[in-house]
């Protein structure tokens, strides 16, 4: 079974450049989620889907991240305009979205560099 | 009351040896509480996870031991190897958030050979 599958895997940009990430889920999983990882720290959920609707978005700064899920299978996460304090590490990860059913899968993540 | 909080921040350990990471958490409503191991380059994989209707749970050299009253989760890595090398983070979630996990800050472990 593939994993969930993330590009690209590095991308450099300036400040105010804007940036989109890739992200497709595990076959058949209906949730699909988009953490930040801040270097020394522990992932923060930005968004979570449930299929091709929004479950929660209550982290994402929405003066600037937008995330969407077209068909409730692949997804991305756009930054526009991106600012210094978005490199990150953006993991993408996915779930059955079963009842009871908390396991996650991850990706192995964008890592963002703005300069 | 959503955070959780994870010591040490870094953890050296002898081949063979017992490595432990701590966790405690303030809400109540979590009601899964797994452990993931990331290497560097990767995403994080899940390694253990238990839920609060049982105080301990191993699988191999993993074990995960659980306080309900005191709020408390811990991960024992038995006879520790240097592939064990990695950061690795505790985490919680509870049904009514949808499942989202919250993580703790993550736990460097060396062992050395």
């Known amino acids: 079974e593939a994993g969930v599958a993330q590009s690209p895997r590095y991308k450099i940009i300036e400040k105010r450049q804007s940036v989109a990430f890739w992200c497709n889920p595990i076959s058949g999983h209906a949730t699909l989620y988009w953490y930040q990882q801040i270097l020394g720290q522990g992932p923060k959920l930005l968004i979570q889907?449930?299929?091709?609707?929004?479950?929660?978005d209550s982290q994402l700064p929405k003066d600037r991240f937008s995330a969407e899920r077209l068909k409730g299978v692949d997804s991305t996460l756009k930054i526009q305009p991106a600012k210094l304090e978005d490199s990150a590490v953006y993991l993408c990860?996915?779930?059955?979205?079963?009842?009871?059913?908390?396991?996650?899968?991850f990706g192995p993540g964008t890592r963002l560099t703005v300069t | 009351q959503q955070q959780v909080k994870q010591s040490p921040q870094s953890l050296i350990v002898q081949k063979g040896g017992i490595s432990i990471i701590n966790c405690a958490y303030e809400?109540?409503?979590?009601?899964?509480f797994p452990w993931y191991q990331q290497f560097p380059g990767k995403g994080p994989a899940l390694l253990i996870a238990?839920?609060?209707?049982?105080s301990e749970k191993k699988e191999g050299r993993f074990t995960i031991s659980f306080n309900k009253s005191a709020k408390q989760f811990s991960l024992h890595i038995m006879d520790s190897q240097p592939g064990d090398s990695a950061t690795y983070f505790c985490a919680a979630s509870m049904e009514t958030s949808g499942s989202r996990l919250t993580f703790g800050e993550g736990t460097q472990l060396t062992v050395n050979p």
């Open positions: 990860a996915s779930s059955s979205g079963a009842l009871s059913s908390y396991e996650q899968y």
């Open positions: 238990i839920r609060p209707d049982v």
């Open positions: 809400n109540t409503a979590f009601d899964y």
């Open positions: 889907f449930q299929n091709n609707g929004v479950v929660d």
